[in-house]
T-cell receptor, first 118, second 109 residues
């Protein structure tokens, strides 16, 4: 089956530093990847849609200058949390869509990255 | 706007009892509905989608457009069914999923 990886799985950083999270589709090419954020005991909230070779589309309320997304290849998207603050501490999950039959593109999820900002 | 509502945060049932996880949605167009499951310490994975109309691990879900519901059902719960279940909706095409808040199912032996 399709596999999506994320690196790192867990990161702890000081306030004011930047953190980069990678999302890779290991055995398929993903033209579109999505970044979600999940707070404890809450649902996944879409942050942005990342399309290979173009600028990401951010959801309302998500600061594009704070959450930089780069989708440089068909198998890699990165999310950089710039000047991180404690309120950015969260679980970040990416998903990648694998082209399927007809109009259905199944989404496969990464294992998530736990970010803790001290 | 698209919205998915899962009214129950936690559902506890005894092993062998029937299970129904509720999901209601609001969307003006024709949605695609999904159920995702997240077992302890594992990633989110697709359980089933309404288009395929299949039964996975004994679970079924029927899309009721009149009631805008997509409830997940299983006639006899098993301990290994204990997990977090998310109902999700998406528009057609290469679009993101909109998730409900999830329901934690706990199956008691």
């Amino acid at each position: 089956g399709a596999v999506v990886s994320q690196h790192p799985s867990r990161v702890i950083c000081k306030s004011g530093t930047s953190v980069k999270i990678e999302c890779r589709s290991l055995d398929f090419q993903a033209t579109t990847m999505f970044w979600y954020r999940q707070f404890p005991k809450q649902s996944l909230m879409l942050m942005a849609t990342s399309n290979e070779g173009s600028k990401a589309t951010y959801e309302q309320g998500v600061e594009k200058d704070k959450f930089l997304i780069n989708h440089a290849s068909l198998t890699l998207s990165t999310l950089t949390v710039t000047s991180a603050h404690p309120e950015d501490s969260s679980f970040y999950i990416c998903s990648a869509t694998r082209p399927g039959q007809g109009t259905y593109n199944e989404q496969f999820f990464g294992p998530g990255t736990r970010l803790t900002v001290l | 706007a698209q919205r998915v509502t899962q009214p129950e945060k936690l559902l506890s049932v005894f092993k062998g009892a029937p299970v129904e996880l509720k999901c209601n949605y609001s969307y003006s167009g024709s949605p695609e509905l999904f159920w995702y499951v997240q077992y302890s310490r594992q990633r989110l994975q697709l359980l089933l989608r309404h288009i395929s109309r299949e039964s996975i691990k004994g679970f079924t879900a029927d899309l009721n457009k009149g009631e805008t519901s997509f409830h997940l059902k299983k006639p006899f719960a098993q301990e290994e069914d204990s997990a977090m279940y998310y109902c999700a909706l998406k528009r057609s095409g290469n679009t993101p999923l909109v998730f409900g808040k999830g329901t934690r199912l706990s199956v008691i032996a």
